[in-house]
């Protein structure tokens, strides 16, 4: 099988761990810088040609698309054209990436959520703050990953000056409330073609809310409860993804799903658990293309 993974830098953790579980498996793969394609549109000859020559005879691909998403997503359309299998579609890629239509697809789907408000750049702070259960809230910016822009207003007073200076920079806010039951935790699922591979706990430093691991904090591998996995399954199917992180929260109103991520790192995952995750990538796209 001839797989092309869709990174913009070899080197990363991630990258290395799929190329490594592909040649393992005895495959040819190529990683492939998506924004350096060119994508030719022609009746029924769709192509991409890449450092010199044509990608010809792929099996699959493994999107890991981060920042560059909408060229992105239109290399990855452009495979879906030459009849190529990918782990990540174009349009399940597009939805995972905007937080508005992600989380209004998962409520739609009936999945637990934080209670959520998405502003425009309000003035009328009370009515956002009392939508959501009141202060303390978290406030994030739309385009925030990794745990930038992810603001805790400790009260009303804190969320009207974080919204100002939002505002001001032209930015969209989402508004969340604060799960103090969570303790500044939460949990990350990995589902590959409809089975939860592995799950860690992730736990904020000292003083910090934000659990994400590139913000400090550490992870424990953790057996999920039966709604936790039902609700990562859930919320994994509702997008659409065939691999998928589950961000979830642990609360007195059972598992909330923060955001369902389509190019989930996988070195957190792998050390934490131990597993190999990315041996699983692999064998999805073995399945799919037989």
């Given at each position: 099988m001839r797989i092309v993974i869709l990174s913009r830098n070899p080197k990363l953790y991630s990258t290395r761990r799929l190329v490594e579980a592909a040649e393992k498996r005895k495959h040819e793969v190529?990683?492939?810088d998506h924004l350096k394609c060119n994508i030719e549109i022609e009746r029924k000859a769709p192509k991409i040609f890449y450092k010199g020559e044509y990608l010809e005879n792929v099996d699959a691909i493994i999107p890991r698309i981060g920042a560059s998403v909408t060229y992105g997503t239109a290399v990855v359309r452009q495979f879906e054209m030459m009849k190529v299998v990918t782990c990540v579609s174009s349009q399940a890629l597009t939805r995972s990436r905007d937080k508005l239509s992600s989380l209004q697809i998962?409520?739609?789907?009936?999945?637990g959520l934080p209670k959520t408000v998405f502003t425009n750049y309000t003035k009328d702070v009370s009515h956002l703050v009392k939508s959501?259960?009141?202060a303390p809230l978290v406030l994030k910016l739309l385009e925030g990953t990794q745990g930038l822009g992810v603001v805790l207003a400790e009260t009303k007073n804190a969320a009207t000056s974080v919204l100002e200076a939002f505002n001001g920079l032209g930015a969209r806010?989402?508004?969340q409330e604060f799960v103090k039951e969570a303790g500044g935790a939460d949990i990350r699922a990995f589902v590959v073609d409809g089975k939860v591979v592995?799950?860690?706990?992730r736990q904020g430093k000292e003083g910090e809310f934000r659990s994400n691991l590139h913000r400090g904090g550490n992870a424990t591998v953790i057996e999920l409860t039966d709604e936790e996995e039902k609700t990562a399954l859930k919320a994994v199917k509702a997008m659409g993804l065939g691999v998928a992180g589950v961000d979830m929260l642990q609360s007195s109103k059972g598992p909330l799903v923060l955001e369902v991520n389509s190019s989930p790192g996988l070195e957190g995952i792998e050390r934490v658990?131990?597993?190999?995750?990315?041996k699983e990538i692999i064998r999805y796209l073995e399945i799919h293309v037989e």
């Open positions: 190529i990683v492939v998962l409520a739609r789907a009936g999945v959501v259960g009141g806010v989402i508004a592995g799950a860690m706990k658990t131990g597993k190999n995750i990315a």
